[in-house]
């Protein structure tokens, strides 16, 4: 992703500055999106990921479950 905003907002939230929601709602995205962001921002990184976050499997068998769905 190109926007600087959204970026710095990334870097803001691993370091454990404000909350996802918070996040999101300013750059007037969805949490899920936001989430997405961050989750690829840490991956790019190399940063494990923080208590509460879901496991790289897990989001993915979530991801499949819900397509089936639909």
């Not at 803001?12 to 989750?39: M, P, W």
């Amino acid at each position: 992703n190109h926007n600087p905003e959204l970026q710095w907002a990334c870097i803001c939230y691993l370091a454990g500055n404000g909350t996802c929601e918070a996040h999101a709602e300013r750059l007037g995205i969805s949490k899920q999106d936001f989430h997405y962001h961050v989750a690829n921002a840490q991956q790019l990184l190399g940063i494990t990921r923080r208590a509460g976050q879901r496991s790289v499997r897990a989001r993915q068998s979530y991801r499949m479950m819900n397509r089936r769905r639909s």
